[in-house]
């Protein structure tokens, strides 16, 4: 059975940081692309960034990147993302997906990020 389970959200003011936390378990972690979405209050989900099983390949949305890193620890099937230079318009659920061949899409319970003054 496939497991994510997100942590590691808080409430931070603009310009802080978090860092974000997946553990994943039921699959073979290191063979897939693993990715970061985030649901905004009122909107839809939105891809935040993606990385290659091998760590050796990132992507992420014009709005985060420089700001964000997406990481991975294959050894613990671990997913991290780390937030820095946080705005208010970063407030949203965050989830970890992993998508495998059949199409089917998991995603965790996710965290709560909310950016504030």
């Known amino acids: 059975e496939v497991q994510l389970v997100e942590s590691g959200g808080g409430s931070v003011q603009p310009g802080g940081s978090l860092r974000l936390s997946c553990a994943a378990s039921?699959?073979?972690?290191?063979?897939?692309?693993m990715h970061w979405v985030r649901q905004a209050p009122g909107k839809g989900l939105e891809w935040v960034s993606g990385?290659?099983?091998?760590?050796?390949?990132?992507a992420y949305t014009d709005s985060v990147r420089g700001r964000f890193t997406i990481s991975r620890d294959n050894a613990k099937n671990m997913l991290y993302l780390q937030l820095s230079s946080l705005k208010t318009e970063d407030t949203a659920m965050y989830y970890c997906?992993?998508?495998?061949?059949?199409?089917?899409?998991?995603r965790g319970q996710g965290t709560q990020v909310t950016v504030s003054s």
């Open positions: 039921g699959f073979t972690f290191s063979n897939r692309w």
């Open positions: 990385i290659r099983g091998d760590g050796s390949e990132t």
């Open positions: 997906q992993f998508t495998p061949a059949t199409g089917a899409i998991y």
